[in-house]
C-alpha cells in the first residue's frame, strides 16, 4: 500500500510540475524546438576527432564535443588507473619511506580541490618552451607550448587489415570456447583444436608481417611557427587528462590499498606457504580477492572522473559543455542545450554502471 501511495504521489508531483513548466513556457512564448541542430554553425572548434569546419550543423559540433569527452574520459580512466594501483601497491610494500610517500600523495590528492590542480595543470603546460625549443623525449616524441606530437603510422589497407584482424579474433575466440569445452569433457585438447589454434596464430603472425612491410612512419616536422604531420594532442587536452588522472589516482590508490588490507591475513601466509613469491601471491591469490572488494568503489570514481570532465570549459578545451556552451550562446536554445547535456551524461553514467556491474557479477565467487 505503501508503495502505491509513494508512486502515485510521484506521477502526480511530475505532472505538476510539466504542467507548471509548459504554462511558463507559454507565458513568456517560448517553445521546446530541437531544430536548430539541423542549422549551420559560425565558429570553430579547436580539437575534433571527426572532420568538422565553421559552417558544419549544430548536432556534428555537438557530437565532435562528445567524442572529445569520451575520448579524455577514457584516457584519463586508463592512467589514473594505472598510476592509482601503482601508488596503492607502494603503500602496502612495508617499506617506511615508501609508505609515506604513497600517504603523503594520496592525501594530497584528496584534500587539493580538483579546479586547482587542473588550473596548475594548464598553467604548466602552457610554459612548456615554443616549438623550436621544444623537448624530444624520445626519438620523433617532441613536448612544446603547442602540444604533444609523435610519429604516427599511416596502414595502406587499413581497412583490409582491420576486416581481417577481426575475423581472425572471431574464429580465434570460437575455437578457444569450443576447446575448453571439449578439454572439460575429455580432460586435454583435442588435436583439431590445437591444429584449428596453431592456425590462427600462425594467420596473426602473417598479417602482423604483412602489416608491418606495407605501413610507413609520418613523423612531426617543425614547418613554420609549428608543428606538421604525425599523431597530435593539445596542450588544454594533455592539462585535463594529466589534471584529471593525478586527482581520480589518489582515490584509486585509496581503494587498492584498503582491498589489500581486507583480504584476511591467512591469505598471504597460505600463499607463502606454497612457496609463491610475493608477485605470484598477489597475482594469483591477492588480487582477484581484492579485485571483488574495490570494483564497486572503482566504479563510483570513473563516475566521478566522466562527470568532472564538465570543468574542461575553464581552460578551454572543446568538450561537449564547451562546444554546446557556444552552441548556445549563438542560438539562444537553453532548455534544448542543458536537457542534450542531461541525456548524454546520463546516459555516460548509466553505460558505466551496467559495464561495472556486469564485472562485478563476473568476479562474485561461485559456491558449490
Known amino acids: 500500500m505503501n508503495g502505491l501511495v509513494f508512486v502515485a504521489t510521484a506521477i502526480a508531483m511530475v505532472t505538476w510540475l510539466s504542467l507548471n513548466f509548459s504554462a511558463n513556457l507559454a507565458a513568456r512564448g517560448m517553445t521546446i524546438d530541437f531544430g536548430f541542430l539541423t542549422a549551420p554553425t559560425s565558429f570553430p572548434i579547436g580539437e575534433s576527432l571527426i572532420a568538422y569546419s565553421s559552417g558544419d550543423t549544430y548536432l556534428r559540433a555537438l557530437t565532435a564535443g562528445l567524442l572529445n569527452t569520451i575520448h579524455l574520459a577514457l584516457s584519463s580512466i586508463v592512467l589514473a588507473t594505472i598510476f592509482g594501483i601503482a601508488v596503492g601497491l607502494t603503500a602496502r610494500i612495508g617499506h617506511p619511506l615508501l ?41 620523433g616524441l617532441v613536448l612544446s607550448s603547442r602540444g604533444l606530437y609523435a610519429p604516427m603510422p599511416v596502414f595502406a589497407n587499413a581497412w583490409l587489415s582491420g576486416t581481417a584482424a577481426l575475423f581472425l579474433m572471431v574464429v580465434t575466440a570460437v575455437v578457444w570456447k569450443r576447446s575448453v569445452r571439449a578439454r572439460g569433457r575429455s580432460g586435454n585438447f583435442p588435436l583439431a583444436s590445437r591444429v584449428a589454434l596453431a592456425a590462427c596464430a600462425a594467420g596473426f603472425a602473417a598479417l602482423a608481417v604483412w602489416i608491418g612491410l606495407t605501413t610507413s612512419m609520418d613523423w612531426p616536422k617543425l ?9 597530435s594532442v593539445t596542450p588544454e587536452y594533455l592539462a585535463m587528462m594529466f589534471g584529471l588522472s593525478f586527482y581520480t589516482s589518489g582515490f584509486i590508490a585509496e581503494i587498492v590499498r584498503g582491498s589489500l588490507a581486507a583480504i584476511p591475513k591467512g591469505q598471504p601466509e597460505a600463499a607463502a606457504s606454497l612457496g609463491l613469491n610475493i608477485l605470484l601471491s598477489l597475482w594469483l591469490v591477492l588480487a582477484p580477492q581484492a579485485i571483488r572488494i574495490m570494483l564497486p568503489a572503482l566504479a563510483n570514481q570513473y563516475l566521478n572522473l566522466i562527470k568532472n570532465t564538465t570543468l574542461a570549459v575553464l581552460i578551454g578545451f572543446p568538450d561537449l559543455v564547451s562546444v554546446g556552451n557556444t552552441a548556445l550562446n549563438q542560438t539562444g536554445r537553453a532548455i534544448e542545450t542543458v536537457s542534450i547535456y542531461l541525456l548524454i551524461y546520463l546516459s555516460l553514467s548509466l553505460i558505466t554502471s551496467m559495464v561495472s556491474r556486469r564485472l562485478e557479477k563476473r568476479a562474485q565467487m561461485v559456491k558449490l
Not at 609515506?100 to 579546479?115: D, I, Y
Open 99 to 139: 609508505t609515506s610517500a604513497a600517504k603523503t600523495f594520496v592525501e594530497f590528492t584528496r584534500n587539493v580541490p580538483l579546479l586547482l590542480i587542473l588550473v596548475v595543470c594548464a598553467t604548466t603546460v602552457r610554459g612548456l618552451p615554443a616549438p623550436r625549443q621544444a623537448w624530444t623525449l624520445f626519438d
Open 223 to 231: 614547418m613554420g611557427f609549428n608543428f606538421r604531420g604525425g599523431w
